[in-house]
């Protein structure tokens, strides 16, 4: 399988009694003979997707790895003052091996689910889970869940992106001013910078009100970027032509590998080059907003670049970003028309 070969998520996990959880990956795996003491609850290994669990029966003091003939190794320290010389004993390991889904791990143990590893915004991660399991507990497609879910974060974040965009607006409307201000000062950079400060503060203009909001918003798209890319869920999921959202959703397979393409046409990161490009188009429309030749150029080519970082991703990630651009155009728009009326 894939994800077996995606290094980036293979990690192992040591949980202890106390409810920590010590996570070792990279280099830290290939590391042999080495010793994890105190009161061992269990172990996970894991992939993307997948999961090894061993709980042991009886009470472990430790784990330890060791590399025999080339292979890894992994195993329980038992301290037993009982075991007399020549008697055998046996100790029970329960196994769970299995997809990581949470409420399966609910169900048998519920310090199971701490294998779930979302990054450093876990927390949110699992939330924005919960409500995507919701969703299809009645939509039954994970596809629908994700549009709904998006709705719900962008409807979520209206006030953050209302105000990001009315202090673009504020600021394209300060634009002639700052032009003047800047023609009459273009030898005295300290005289410019205080006129320019001075405007802001007349005119009540928070320069960075437009780059805030969208700052705020950076946690709850890494939370649902982790979210969308590491959950099961989504495997094998179908929707529309898309016959797994956790792979590129390839809507015309081609007959053979080309540079940047691979083997298929992805269509989504095309529409979302797309909807990105109407979305700027909504923006210079209601802002009025007239840009240099270098902005004009960083503008064009956003899209394209957006579109060749999201062309090889999961297919459900792409699908979020291209309906939450849809959905933030339609608020701009409406936004922006109201404000005229």
């Known amino acids: 399988m894939k994800e077996l070969y995606e290094t ?25 003979n080495r010793l994890y003491k105190n009161d061992i609850d269990w172990i996970a290994f894991k992939n993307k997707y997948y999961t090894i669990i061993a709980k042991p029966d009886f009470d472990s003091k430790g784990v330890f790895t060791k590399d025999i003939a080339g292979e890894p190794v992994l195993g329980f320290i038992v301290e037993d003052d009982k075991i007399i010389p020549g008697e055998t004993r046996a100790y029970k390991i329960n196994f769970y091996i299995g997809p990581m889904e949470i409420k399966e791990l609910e169900r048998l143990d519920f310090s199971f689910t701490k294998v779930l590893n979302f990054g450093f915004l876990t927390s949110i991660s699992l939330i924005l889970l919960g409500i995507l399991q919701f969703f299809y507990s009645f939509l039954h497609n994970y596809g629908v869940s994700i549009l709904f879910l998006t709705i719900c974060i962008n409807l979520f974040l209206y006030p953050l992106t209302f105000k990001s965009l009315r202090s673009m607006q504020k600021l394209q409307e300060l634009q002639p001013h700052m032009e003047k201000i800047r023609q009459e000062n273009k030898d005295n950079p300290t005289k410019l ?11 009540k203009v928070n320069p960075m009100g437009g780059c805030l909001p969208m700052i705020l918003q950076m946690p709850v798209f890494i939370a649902l970027y982790n979210t969308l890319s590491r959950s099961v869920d989504l495997k094998n999921a179908p929707f529309l032509w898309i016959k797994d959202l956790s792979m590129p959703d390839a809507f015309f397979p081609l007959g053979s590998n080309i540079p940047f393409l691979g083997n298929a046409i992805n269509l989504l990161p095309i529409l979302m080059i797309g909807a990105m490009i109407l979305q700027q188009k909504i923006s210079q429309s209601t802002t009025g907003s007239s840009q240099s030749e270098q902005q004009k150029l960083i503008t064009n080519i956003m899209p394209v670049m957006f579109g060749f970082i999201f062309y090889s991703l999961p297919s459900g990630l792409v699908l979020y970003w291209l309906t939450s651009t849809l959905v933030t155009s339609s608020m701009q728009f409406f936004m922006f028309k109201k404000a005229v009326a």
């Open 193 to 203: 910078n205080k006129e320019i400060m001075e405007l802001y503060k007349r005119y």
């Open 8 to 32: 980036k998520y293979i990690e192992f996990d040591i949980h202890y009694k106390d409810g920590t959880v010590k996570r070792l990956t990279g280099n830290k795996l290939s590391s042999y």
